[in-house]
């Protein structure tokens, strides 16, 4: 009974490089949502994603930050040319069906930029 | 703006007690809520959730209240346990999209 998958769980980059997050969703699950956690703050919303379609992109910083959900493998949200701000904690949540159902969450990773 | 708030960041129960968090919100458009866990390092785990049709919902030591017209929930923990210390977030989610409004946490401590 897999959960929520994220890999790798640390990573570190210098500053201008790209950060390649990965995440699962449980089995049977079709929706994956990605929230980031600053230190000392709440989770935020970023970007809600079924297979293939961008649902809601409102949390999602206008420039370097992009994700994908494809009809396989996992869901990546992708950050380029990293800054130091992007330091933090990034969880990918999923749930099964659409409509309140309960998000399940990853372990997150942890992205320190250098 | 901060549409989910947690006043209280940190709680100190001891062990057999009742712990009491308490969370506010804003948006009147808000009809679920859930409350999570957090060990340092690990993700956010489900502890219970309500809709905003019940006042109240219970799952063994955990009961979650929902008081709309003051726009309050509070999260039950009795009794307290030592396992319990972790950060607790309160979130909420609208009618109209599912993604999650989270708190800031209180980070709760229960001590022998």
């Known amino acids: 009974n897999a959960g929520v998958m994220q890999n790798p769980r640390h990573l570190v980059r210098r500053r201008g490089q790209e950060a390649r997050l990965r995440c699962s969703p449980m089995?049977?699950?079709?929706?994956v949502y990605w929230y980031r956690q600053l230190p000392e703050e709440g989770l935020k919303f970023m970007v809600y994603l079924q297979k293939e379609n961008i649902i809601d992109e409102s949390g999602m910083p206008k420039e370097r930050f992009s994700a994908e959900f494809p009809k396989e493998g996992p869901s990546i949200l992708r950050i380029q040319q990293v800054v130091r701000g992007d330091s933090a904690a990034y969880f990918c949540?999923?749930?099964?069906?659409?409509?309140?159902?309960?998000?399940?969450f990853g372990p997150g990773t942890r992205l320190l930029v250098l | 703006d901060q549409q989910v708030k947690q006043n209280s960041p940190s709680l100190s129960v001891q062990e057999g007690r009742i712990s009491i968090l308490n969370c506010d919100y804003t948006?009147?458009?808000?009809?679920?809520f859930l409350w999570y866990k957090k060990y340092p390092a690990e993700g956010p785990t489900f502890l219970i959730s309500?809709?905003?049709?019940?006042d109240k919902n219970e799952d063994g030591r955990f009961t979650v209240f929902l008081n709309k017209s003051a726009k309050h929930l509070s999260l039950h923990i009795v009794p307290s346990q030592p396992g319990d210390s972790a950060v607790y977030f309160c979130?909420?989610?609208?009618?109209?999209?599912?993604?999650?409004?989270f708190g800031t946490g209180t980070r709760l401590q229960v001590f022998p």
């Open positions: 949540a999923s749930s099964p069906i659409e409509g309140h159902e309960t998000q399940y």
């Open positions: 089995k049977g699950h079709s929706h």
């Open positions: 979130a909420a989610s609208d009618v109209v999209t599912d993604k999650l409004i």
């Open positions: 948006n009147s458009m808000f009809d679920y």
């Open positions: 309500i809709s905003s049709i019940k």
